[in-house]
């Protein structure tokens, strides 16, 4: 059965850092391409950021780009963001994903590529 577990999210004033870990269990981890989505009330769950399997490719939303940062480590099957000089309007559901696409593959950024789930987390932003 696999599970991929959240943690890390909370409240934070606007400029101020999270780091969010994403835990995998019942799969190989290091054949899945890792993906951070987030979804804020009444809109529609957006890609914030993934990772190659390899660990040596990334891609960000522009929304995200130059504060978050993913990284991941095979050996505990574990990916995490962390994100600095946070905004209000960053508040959301946080959730990570795992892809098992090829590695000649670009990085999904559409939700539907993604395989498994994680419950999410929540962060919010205060002014």
């Known amino acids: 059965q696999v599970q991929l577990v959240e943690s890390g999210g909370g409240s934070v004033q606007a400029g101020g850092s999270l780091r969010l870990s994403c835990v995998a269990s019942g799969l190989t981890f290091s054949r899945y391409d890792m993906g951070w989505f987030r979804q804020a009330p009444g809109k529609e769950r957006g890609f914030v950021g993934g990772?190659?399997?390899?660990?040596?490719?990334?891609d960000y939303a522009s929304s995200v780009k130059g504060r978050f940062t993913i990284l991941r480590d095979n050996a505990k099957n574990t990916v995490y963001l962390q994100m600095d000089s946070l905004k209000p309007e960053d508040t959301a559901v946080y959730y990570c994903?795992?892809?098992?696409?090829?590695?000649?593959?670009?990085?999904?950024?559409?939700?539907?590529?993604?395989?498994?789930w994680g419950q999410g987390t929540q962060v919010t932003v205060s002014a």
């Open positions: 994903a795992a892809d098992i696409r090829p590695p000649y593959l670009l990085i999904a950024r559409s939700k539907d590529n993604y395989d498994y």
């Open positions: 990772m190659k399997r390899s660990g040596d490719t990334t």
